[in-house]
T-cell receptor, first 116, second 111 residues
């Protein structure tokens, strides 16, 4: 149980394009989903927290107009990196907290984004 | 702002030994604590949660919690090379929604 998927697992795009990453909780409903970014050999950095049906809460320094988050249902959240630039290249990881046990987080496998 | 601290390592132990990973946190109100394992290039994987003072065992893993000392540890018995990874300690923030992660301890188990 408690499986979270992400799609795509890897994406390479040109500078200036937008990339959408999907995060799904496969066998549970998630009250809250989280988006993290991780640079090589660095710790996880929380970007934003999203609750189904409401606007995401962004961490300080994260541009909400650049990283668009939509949490349309209790099992799906999307992160769109708009007008991507090479410095946005990173490992993006989502996690989800089950409604029945919302103090736990289960992570998706991550999406490696490379912007050329 | 809650803080979670870990030694960054690397911590090197020989195969078969006990690996001891430590984590301290900054406040006394935290009630739940989590250990994640992250292999290089992969996302974190939950391995243990602990809520009460004392020890909690799951296979080769034992989590130890001492709320008075604001200290939580993870012991890995009979360490294997496949245990080589970064171990992240996580504590819910004061609102109970987000996690505050420690920087992680890199463990290397030498064959």
């Amino acid at each position: 149980g408690a499986v979270v998927s992400q799609h795509p697992s890897r994406v390479i795009c040109k500078s200036g394009t937008s990339v959408k990453i999907e995060c799904r909780s496969l066998d549970f409903q998630a009250t809250t989903m989280f988006w993290y970014r991780q640079f090589p050999k660095k710790s996880l950095m929380l970007m934003a927290t999203s609750n189904e049906g409401s606007k995401a809460t962004y961490e300080q320094g994260v541009e909400k107009d650049k990283f668009l988050i939509n949490h349309a249902s209790l099992t799906l959240s999307t992160l769109t990196v708009t007008s991507a630039h090479p410095e946005d290249s990173s490992f993006y990881i989502c996690s989800a907290s089950p409604m029945v046990k919302d103090d736990e987080q289960f992570f998706g496998p991550g999406t490696r984004l490379t912007v050329l | 702002q809650k803080e979670v601290e870990q030694n960054s390592g690397p911590l090197s132990v020989p195969e078969g030994a006990i690996a001891s990973l430590n984590c301290t946190y900054s406040d006394r109100v935290s009630q739940s604590f989590f250990w994640y394992r992250q292999y290089s290039g992969k996302s974190p994987e939950l391995i243990m949660s602990i809520y009460s003072n004392g020890d909690k065992e799951d296979g080769r893993f034992t989590a130890q919690l001492n709320k008075a000392s604001q200290y939580v540890s993870l012991l890995i018995r009979d360490s294997q090379p496949s245990d080589s990874a970064t171990y992240l300690c996580a504590v819910p923030d004061n609102y109970g929604q987000n996690f505050v992660f420690g920087p992680g301890t890199r463990l290397s188990v030498l064959p």
